[in-house]
């Protein structure tokens, strides 16, 4: 009899200069039987040497560190090895970090003071492909657009009505099938939606899509985290 087989293990690497935080995030997230935590560093640099040899699917990384912060290390990180997910954490809920670390590769953003049961899932949810961000930053970020945003450009007001309103639960953080519950659509026409906006939009990641949405102001405060 044929034995099936084990699916593999998603292999973490934590990046954070608190040697606590490291284990607390580490000990969470061994607990669960379809993680694995394969390594940790302190700093940039040591991340991205530990990427390198211990090959994660995702990285947790801390945004202010020593040598080399999180933003950077991020950026080169995706530069060297594309397919690695990043999701920053920071206990720094600034506006800036966000969109920096979006525009550096990242896949998500979450704060510190997530719960711990939550954790797992945005790892999960990182190497699935979703893009992960704090309520409450998407909200201030959105709002920051929109007063200052010019008006969409050619490009975004030529799109059709339902790409538009799957870009904005794209950029509100939403995966395919809640996009697709949300809008009463099959997750492979919701699949069909994000592959024309990415080619009309000129991006090569839904990440693209949020920085977007977000720049050309079509995320309403509302509908954002």
């Known amino acids: 009899m044929t034995v099936p087989a084990t699916p593999a293990r998603l292999r973490v690497l934590v990046v954070d200069d608190q040697a606590l935080v490291r284990a607390g995030f580490s000990s969470i997230l061994q607990r669960e039987a379809d993680l694995e935590v394969v390594g940790e560093a302190a700093d940039g640099v040591e991340a991205l040497e530990a990427v390198g040899r211990t090959n994660p699917d995702v990285v947790l990384m801390d945004v202010r560190m020593p ?4 933003i950077a290390a991020t950026r080169q990180l995706r530069a060297r090895h594309p397919a690695v997910r ?4 920071t206990t720094y809920d600034l506006d800036e970090y966000l969109l920096e670390a979006l525009r550096a590769g990242a896949c998500g953003f979450l ?14 949810a990182a190497a699935s ?8 930053p998407t909200r201030r970020l959105a709002e920051t657009f ?11 007001r030529e799109l059709p009505a339902r790409e538009l309103e ?14 697709a519950a949300a809008l009463f659509l099959g997750e492979a026409t919701v699949k069909t939606y994000i592959s024309r906006l990415l080619a009309r939009l000129g991006v090569r990641d839904r990440v693209g899509l ?10 309403l405060p509302s509908s954002a985290g």
């Open 146 to 156: 929109i007063r200052s945003s010019r008006e969409p450009s050619v490009r975004v």
């Open 86 to 89: 990043v999701v920053v954490l």
């Open 111 to 124: 704060l510190k003071d997530v719960r711990a049961e939550h954790l797992p899932g945005a790892v999960r």
């Open 166 to 179: 799957v870009l904005r639960l794209v950029a509100a953080g939403l995966s395919n099938a809640q996009i």
């Open 210 to 219: 949020v920085i977007v949405a977000y720049e050309e102001g079509v995320v």
């Open 129 to 136: 492909g979703d893009v992960l961000i704090s309520g409450a």
């Open 67 to 70: 040598r080399m912060d999180g």
